[in-house]
């Protein structure tokens, strides 16, 4: 048996099914991925309750220790080494606050410049050690983008985690990534490895990744976020002295 499609042309029940178990399968990886990053998601906040607990421990530890390191100068290297590890490991935990839901669920105007100092805090040690500038426009400082920080940080992280690992690829002698802002959305550019014509779009598919044992959930999770909350991703024309240029908008 058959039956016609909206463009009049023949569609068999053999070709019914192969589509219908095609989609299937894409909505079962896309289950699998969601348990994964719920467990992830989990995970991260009991490690985030577990730290706290662990940090304000130290913290107070690291009070009677200063009073310790004060009258017996054998103490004082040890003291000064410890703290500066933890203030370290502090900060790092700090990182998870913008990107906990439950402890982020308001609309807000968020600088630009905040999300930048967040990502430098994050990256600055890779960053450094692979000789890549980080800059940004005197547009993109003077905006702000409206909504869940819990949104859009995520969202920034995975395209400058990107963006270090492919400039890492190229030879260009400046490694370079920048930020800019105008009227019309943000813009996030590299000038490392180029994007194929033919993965523009496929970048944000479901499992398609370029990145040897690459997973291929970040891109297309942020898409879909950002959809969510009425914005939209995708890979725009390069700007100037760059060969990759992403752009985030709000959408019509």
């Known amino acids: 048996m058959s039956k016609k499609n909206e463009d009049g042309q023949i569609i068999t029940n053999d070709q019914i099914a192969e589509a219908a178990s095609e989609e299937l399968e894409e909505l079962r990886e896309r289950l699998q991925s969601d348990v994964e990053l719920s467990q992830l998601g989990l995970a991260v906040g009991i490690l985030h309750h577990e730290f706290n607990g ?71 040690s890779r960053l450094e050690r692979h000789n890549i500038a980080f800059k940004h426009t005197n547009g993109f400082a003077g905006r702000k983008i409206h909504g869940f920080r819990s949104t859009f940080y995520p969202v920034f992280v995975n395209i400058i985690d990107n963006a270090i690992y492919w400039l890492k690829q190229s030879d260009v002698p ?54 969510a909350e009425n914005y939209d991703i995708f890979v725009a024309q390069p700007k100037e002295g760059s060969t990759v240029t992403f752009k985030i908008q709000k959408m019509q």
């Not at 009227?183 to 598919?205: L, V």
């Open 54 to 124: 662990t940090v304000n421990s130290i913290r107070h530890s690291l009070k009677d220790l200063k009073a310790w390191s004060d009258v017996d100068i054998k103490l004082e290297g040890i003291y000064k080494n410890i703290k500066v590890n933890f203030e370290h490991l502090d900060g790092y935990l700090n990182l998870f606050t913008p990107l906990n839901r439950r402890l982020n669920r308001r609309r807000e105007d968020i600088s630009l410049l905040d999300i930048k100092t967040f990502l430098i805090d994050l990256f600055k």
């Open 174 to 227: 400046e490694k370079v990534i920048r930020l800019h802002a105008d009227d019309t959305g943000i813009y996030i550019s590299n000038n490392g490895i180029e994007i194929k014509p033919q993965d523009k779009e496929r970048i944000f598919e479901l499992r398609f990744s370029r990145k040897p044992n690459g997973r291929g959930l970040g891109l297309s999770i942020s898409k879909e976020v950002l959809n």
